[in-house]
């Protein structure tokens, strides 16, 4: 078992003083670098809390939606790729549905560990 706190718990807690303690200290021209940086470490934050569930149910999503429940995350979203460049996501096509359905799903989950403010308030 891992010590306390957590790696969140850590991000969080540096990104406090970053925030805090060394942004005030930076020139203008600089805080823009440093506000990248404490995005990316929320976002590494909200990944660590969320785990691999996020990407386990979408590979259970496109193995549904490919009907081929061998295929792994990589070259099942590169194959999601391909069928909607050759059409089948195109109004009318029978497998449409599932392949939007899916990509919303996937979507909102990336969003939401990505910038869950641009999210509607559920």
Same mark, same amino acid.
């Given at each position: 078992m891992?010590? =306390?706190?957590?790696?969140d718990?850590?991000? /969080?807690?540096? %990104? =406090?003083?970053?925030?805090?303690?060394?942004?005030? /200290?930076?020139?203008?021209?600089?805080k823009? $670098?440093l *506000?990248?940086?404490m +995005?990316?470490?929320?976002?590494?934050? #909200?990944? @660590?809390?969320n785990?691999?569930?996020?990407?386990? =149910?979408?590979?259970t999503?496109?193995?549904?939606?490919?009907?081929?429940s061998?295929? &792994? @995350?990589?070259? &099942? +979203? #590169? #194959?999601? $790729? %391909? *069928?909607l %460049?050759?059409?089948?996501?195109?109004?009318g096509?029978?497998?449409r549905?599932?392949l939007?359905?899916? @990509?919303? $799903?996937? !979507? !909102?989950r #990336? *969003?939401?560990?990505? +910038?869950?403010?641009?999210?509607?308030?559920?």
């Amino acid at each position: 078992m891992r010590e =306390q706190p957590k790696g969140d718990a850590l991000l /969080a807690c540096a %990104r =406090q003083v970053l925030r805090d303690e060394v942004m005030p /200290a930076l020139p203008a021209e600089r805080k823009y $670098a440093l *506000l990248m940086v404490m +995005n990316a470490m929320l976002i590494a934050e #909200r990944q @660590l809390r969320n785990g691999d569930a996020p990407e386990a =149910q979408e590979l259970t999503e496109l193995h549904a939606a490919l009907d081929d429940s061998k295929v &792994g @995350l990589a070259e &099942g +979203n #590169r #194959r999601l $790729a %391909r *069928l909607l %460049r050759e059409g089948a996501g195109d109004p009318g096509k029978p497998r449409r549905a599932a392949l939007f359905a899916h @990509l919303r $799903a996937a !979507g !909102g989950r #990336r *969003l939401a560990e990505s +910038n869950p403010k641009a999210l509607p308030k559920s």
